[in-house]
Antibody, heavy 120, light 113 residues
Framework: QVQLVQSGAEVKKPGASVKVSCKASGYTFTSYSVHWVRQAPGQGLEWMGIINPSGGTTDYAQRFQGRVTMTRDTSTSTVSMSLSSLRSEDTAVYYC?????????????WGQGTLVTVSS | DIVMTQSPDSLAVSLGERATINCKSSQSVLYSSNNKNYLSWYQQKPGQPPKLLIYWASTRESGVPDRFSGSGSGTDFTLTISSLQAEDVAVYYCQQYYTSPCSFGQGTNLEIK
């Protein structure tokens, strides 16, 4: 069965960077793009970007440009999202979600979420 | 960017009654070449990731109960729960995937009256 298993919770200081990983299983890794979505405490869903695991191409939301990097490792079927220059407003649960295909579609499977807390 | 606006923000419905959630996009999400609306609906329960309910505005995801239905086209969409069950208490989000950046509505909190 399709599974996306994310890395564990992180606590970071302002100005630091964080890397969250998402290990995929149960399907052909390079046949489906992966999105990253975050959710601040008590708030809604915010799209951060997408990575195509086949070629590694990415598309980031403009508000994260310059701070976010999404990568993939096809040998371990893992995608990762790095966010730099962290500030308190980046405290959120970060989700990876599988695209229905390799384009830009709805999200059919989600990871369990990774809580990133930014605090001095 | 396309802005998605849901109404209402919060909704209380009696068990067994109908629940209706609306979603409006700031521009059409209907792709004329394939006549598909690039609109999906998700359900999120506390402490859980969102779960896909509906895609292409009206196609129910496998395993989703048939009391959930989606309708609408262009810029106006509706999620309907025909007979509310206790397990349907959740926050519901619409999402457009017509263009990047994809965007979500602010969410509708559905409770039992």
């Amino acid at each position: 069965q399709v599974q996306l298993v994310q890395s564990g919770a992180e606590v970071k200081k302002p100005g630091a960077s964080v890397k969250v990983s998402c290990k995929a299983s149960g399907y052909t890794f390079t046949s489906y793009s992966v999105h990253w979505v975050r959710q601040a405490p008590g708030q809604g869903l915010e799209w951060m970007g997408i990575i195509n695991p086949s070629g590694g191409t990415t598309d980031y939301a403009q508000r994260f440009q310059g701070r976010v990097t999404m990568t993939r490792d096809t040998s371990t079927s893992t995608v990762s999202m790095s966010l730099s220059s962290l500030r308190s407003e980046d405290t959120a649960v970060y989700y990876c979600a599988r695209d229905q295909g390799l384009g830009f579609n709805f999200f059919d499977y989600w990871g369990q979420g990774t809580l990133v807390t930014v605090s001095s | 960017d396309i802005v998605m606006t849901q109404s209402p923000d919060s909704l209380a419905v009696s068990l067994g009654e109908r629940a209706t959630i609306n979603c409006k996009s700031s521009q059409s999400v209907l792709y004329s070449s394939n006549n598909k609306n690039y609109l999906s609906w998700y359900q999120q329960k506390p402490g859980q990731p969102p779960k896909l309910l509906i895609y292409w505005a009206s196609t129910r995801e496998s395993g989703v109960p048939d009391r959930f239905s989606g309708s609408g086209s262009g810029t106006d969409f509706t999620l309907t729960i025909s007979s509310l069950q206790a397990e349907d208490v959740a926050v519901y989000y619409c999402q457009q995937y017509y263009t990047s950046p994809c965007s979500f509505g602010q969410g509708t909190n559905l409770e039992i009256k």
